[in-house]
Nanobody
Framework: QVQLLESGGGLVQARGSLRLSCAAS????????MGWYRQAPGKQRELVAA???????NYVDSVKGRFTISRDNAKNTVYLQMNSLKPEDTAVYYC?????????????WGQGTQVTVSS
């Protein structure tokens, strides 16, 4: 059974930094793309950053230059280094991992971790 275990959220002042981690386990097919989404109150969930197994990166425009996504394939772990945080970054952050099998593609989600940025 695939499980994603997130850590690293919390409360930080504006212009501060946080690092999120997500350890994935339970897939005999490994993990293809991994990434982070966020959902603020009253808003839809949005992609923040994603990284393919080959290392291709994708960021939402609002975090470019401030956030960095990385992964350790040996540990099936994805990280999100968040610098120069702004109050508008406040949201629940969800880890996502994609598994590609011979019979389909499946997306798995973590439980979410709260990030709160105070002004």
């Amino acid at each position: 059974q695939v499980q994603l275990l997130e850590s690293g959220g919390g409360l930080v002042q504006a212009r501060g930094s946080l690092r999120l981690s997500c350890a994935a386990s339970g897939s005999r097919f490994g993990f293809d793309a991994m990434g982070w989404y966020r959902q603020a109150p009253g808003k839809q969930r949005e992609l923040v950053a994603a990284i393919a197994s080959a290392g291709n990166l994708n960021y939402v425009d609002s975090v470019k230059g401030r956030f960095t996504i990385s992964r350790d394939n040996a540990k099936n772990t994805v990280y999100l280094q968040m610098n120069s945080l702004k109050p508008e970054d406040t949201a629940v952050y969800y880890c996502n991992a994609r598994v590609i099998t011979g019979w389909g593609t499946f997306d798995y989600w973590g439980q979410g971790t709260q990030v709160t940025v105070s002004s």
